[in-house]
């Protein structure tokens, strides 16, 4: 069987497109033999379903070229597999339309995990969720990655975001890019109607009080060649965790190669230490459509070296995001949660015993949704 899955890919990637190059699709087939992970190890989820006044597609939703579609990418590996599906969980449980809502998963081409089992474990968590998942290729950013202040930071899954242009098929024109280690208590919807203006190319909450200066090193910033990049520009800080992209204008402008060059530069002259974050900061802060803070309340997992507890900024929450060191269930597991840890928990379909729960913190701050009643349909 493993024999025929290999000339599946094979002949995939003969066919496919340039831009596809490096990138393969599972198969919709029915997958036997061993577990890796074990199907049984998550609960499955509710079978939600759209509430009144949703799109209606004209036949059952087969195609990720269904215009009545909201996208939603992000990575799928079985280091942040929990993650991934308690953001989809999250995700479904408050959107108005939740069959309207399609995945696109992300899969590293060597992970521990093999794609097919990934996409299994998915299908038996979510049976009627519209996802399809790719297998994306280390080579193709391996040699541009350097060193980081976090080893976690130098996964080349972290740079998948980089190729959604490429990745995803011609007619997705727009993607709402996600983080695995977060959680939605809104409507996606909200975020997908948000409007980028006068031909912005993403749109993310922007934090001008950052201090910028801190995200590029001495290098860059007494070179300046490099630091007139932002002499045209009014540069804020963004966390490219939480994303609203057209990908129609990422195409057009060859984005992906404009963060390459910067990654290349890299490798040559050091002029940060973040990981992925400092490429997109370098072609895009400054002209960013602005999006409320509401929508990434971020840092929740403390710093890049100790992971401290950190506490909510002001104002409303729609994503709470664990983005740092430390990650919610596996302070859970430890017994050493941080108390916002414990909004994390009711979106966990994981099985697990002997741990003490407590709901009623979460469910004061965020009372079940209206919609968790409405749910998803099947793709794969």
């Given at each position: 069987m493993m024999?025929?899955f290999?000339?599946?890919?094979?002949?995939?990637l003969v066919?496919?497109?340039p831009?596809c190059?490096?990138?393969?699709?599972i198969?919709s087939?029915?997958i036997?033999?061993?577990d890796?992970?074990?199907?049984?190890?998550?609960?499955?989820?509710?079978?939600?379903?759209?509430g009144?006044?949703?799109?209606?597609?004209?036949n059952k939703?087969?195609?990720?070229c269904?215009?009545s579609?909201v996208?939603?990418a992000?990575?799928?590996?079985s280091?942040?597999?929990r993650?991934?599906?308690?953001?989809?969980?999250?995700?479904?449980?408050?959107?108005s339309?939740?069959e309207?809502v399609?995945f696109?998963?992300?899969?590293?081409?060597?992970?521990?995990?093999?794609?097919?089992?990934?996409?299994?474990?998915?299908?038996?968590?979510?049976?009627s969720?519209n996802?399809k998942?790719y297998?994306?290729?280390?080579?193709?950013v391996?040699?541009?990655?350097s060193?980081?202040?976090?080893?976690?930071?130098?996964?080349p899954?972290?740079?998948a975001?980089?190729?959604?242009?490429?990745?995803?098929?011609?007619c997705?024109?727009?993607v709402?890019?996600i983080?695995?280690?977060?959680?939605?208590?809104d409507?996606i919807?909200k975020?997908?109607?948000?409007?980028?203006?006068k031909?912005k190319?993403?749109g993310?909450?922007?934090?001008c009080h950052?201090?910028?200066t801190k995200y590029?090193?001495?290098?860059f910033w007494?070179?300046?060649?490099?630091?007139r990049?932002f002499?045209?520009?009014k540069?804020?800080?963004?966390?490219?965790?939480?994303?609203?992209m057209d990908?129609?204008r990422?195409?057009e402008g060859?984005?992906?190669k404009?963060?390459?060059?910067?990654?290349?530069?890299?490798r040559r002259k050091?002029i940060?230490?973040l990981g992925?974050?400092?490429?997109f900061?370098l072609?895009f802060?400054g002209?960013?459509?602005?999006?409320?803070?509401?929508?990434?309340?971020?840092?929740?997992?403390?710093?890049?070296v100790?992971?401290?507890?950190?506490?909510l900024?002001?104002?409303p929450?729609?994503?709470l995001?664990?983005?740092?060191k430390?990650?919610?269930?596996?302070?859970l597991?430890n017994?050493?949660?941080c108390?916002?840890?414990?909004?994390?928990e009711?979106?966990?379909?994981?099985?697990?015993s002997?741990?003490i729960?407590?709901?009623?913190q979460?469910?004061?701050?965020f009372p079940?949704?209206?919609?968790?009643?409405?749910?998803?349909?099947?793709?794969?």
């Amino acid at each position: 069987m493993m024999v025929g899955f290999r000339q599946y890919v094979a002949v995939l990637l003969v066919l496919s497109a340039p831009f596809c190059l490096g990138i393969r699709s599972i198969p919709s087939r029915s997958i036997d033999g061993g577990d890796f992970l074990g199907f049984d190890r998550f609960t499955e989820a509710p079978d939600y379903r759209n509430g009144r006044g949703c799109p209606v597609s004209a036949n059952k939703i087969t195609s990720s070229c269904d215009p009545s579609l909201v996208h939603v990418a992000m990575t799928l590996d079985s280091e942040y597999l929990r993650g991934s599906i308690a953001a989809v969980h999250s995700a479904l449980k408050h959107a108005s339309c939740p069959e309207n809502v399609f995945f696109h998963f992300i899969s590293a081409e060597f992970d521990s995990a093999s794609p097919r089992v990934l996409t299994q474990l998915v299908r038996s968590t979510f049976p009627s969720l519209n996802f399809k998942v790719y297998i994306f290729r280390e080579d193709t950013v391996i040699n541009l990655i350097s060193s980081s202040i976090r080893e976690a930071l130098e996964n080349p899954l972290n740079y998948a975001r980089n190729y959604l242009g490429d990745i995803l098929d011609p007619c997705v024109d727009r993607v709402i890019y996600i983080d695995s280690d977060l959680v939605l208590v809104d409507d996606i919807h909200k975020l997908w109607d948000i409007t980028l203006t006068k031909s912005k190319i993403i749109g993310a909450p922007e934090y001008c009080h950052a201090n910028f200066t801190k995200y590029f090193t001495d290098n860059f910033w007494s070179d300046p060649l490099l630091s007139r990049v932002f002499g045209s520009r009014k540069p804020c800080y963004f966390n490219t965790g939480v994303m609203v992209m057209d990908l129609v204008r990422w195409r057009e402008g060859n984005y992906r190669k404009r963060i390459e060059n910067w990654m290349e530069i890299q490798r040559r002259k050091r002029i940060y230490d973040l990981g992925s974050l400092p490429p997109f900061l370098l072609v895009f802060a400054g002209n960013v459509e602005a999006i409320d803070h509401r929508w990434n309340q971020h840092g929740l997992g403390g710093d890049n070296v100790k992971g401290s507890c950190r506490s909510l900024h002001p104002g409303p929450v729609s994503l709470l995001h664990w983005s740092g060191k430390g990650k919610p269930w596996v302070r859970l597991d430890n017994k050493q949660p941080c108390p916002l840890d414990y909004l994390w928990e009711p979106y966990d379909l994981f099985k697990h015993s002997n741990r003490i729960k407590d709901h009623h913190q979460s469910s004061v701050l965020f009372p079940p949704s209206s919609s968790s009643l409405i749910g998803f349909s099947s793709f794969l």
